[in-house]
């Protein structure tokens, strides 16, 4: 019986399976006109009806430049998943199976966010994440699951040569002191 005022998840958001098992892209409906856009860009019960029900408890936005690169963290406890949107700009999002039990173990997928397509990831907890800027800038948002613990936060090499993740370079990327020590998948610690 349906509820009054309650949508479907498919006329609010398009669910796009990706190689990576629970992991989803999204797509949600944009209202448009003369005057700008307007998009839902979280409804707990849709997301429910997508397949994501779990509780966020943090909201973060980073501003980054150019050929920026990010990443690849996680956290081995308190793991977060992430619902990641752009709101300015471009990004190469990249997501990185750490499961042991996945049949993906090891497995990785790209995909481009940006205020243009207004598309969403949803990246399960188990999974490394990083991105990259392709933009002059990008402002990069998302939810978590969990709390920021950097106790047990972790980094996975973005170069891991086995992982061979094409970051569609033109240049070398920025990346920071912390992300340059992340350690390759083999000497990672990871999940279940």
Same mark, same amino acid.
């Given at each position: ?88 700009g471009e990004i190469l999002d990249v997501a990185v199976d750490l499961r042991r039990s996945s049949a993906t173990f090891g497995?990785?997928?790209?995909? #481009?966010?940006?205020?243009? %397509?207004?598309?969403? /990831?949803? +990246?399960?907890?188990? *999974?490394?994440?990083?991105?990259? @800027? ?19 936060? #972790?980094?996975?090499?973005? %170069?891991?040569?086995? /992982?061979? +993740?094409?970051?569609? *370079?033109?240049?070398?990327?920025? @990346? ?17």
């Amino acid at each position: 019986m349906a509820v009054p005022g309650m949508r479907r998840a498919m006329d609010a958001i398009k669910k796009i399976p990706t190689s990576l098992p629970g992991m989803l892209l999204l797509e949600p409906r944009v209202f448009g006109d003369e005057r700008g856009f307007f998009l839902e860009s979280y409804n707990e019960q849709v997301m429910a009806e997508v397949g994501i029900s779990e509780r966020f408890v943090q909201d973060n936005h980073s501003c980054s430049r150019r050929n920026v690169l990010r990443g690849l963290h996680y956290q081995i406890k308190q793991a977060q998943g992430k619902l990641v949107r752009v709101a300015e700009g471009e990004i190469l999002d990249v997501a990185v199976d750490l499961r042991r039990s996945s049949a993906t173990f090891g497995g990785w997928q790209a995909v #481009r966010l940006s205020g243009e %397509n207004k598309r969403m /990831l949803w +990246i399960p907890a188990g *999974l490394a994440h990083g991105f990259r @800027v392709i933009s002059e800038k990008a402002h990069v948002l998302y939810k978590a699951t969990d709390y920021y613990a950097p106790e047990h936060e #972790r980094t996975l090499a973005w %170069n891991d040569p086995d /992982l061979k +993740i094409d970051w569609e *370079l033109d240049g070398e990327p920025i @990346v920071s002191a912390k992300d340059q020590r992340g350690l390759a998948l083999r000497d990672a610690e990871t999940f279940e």
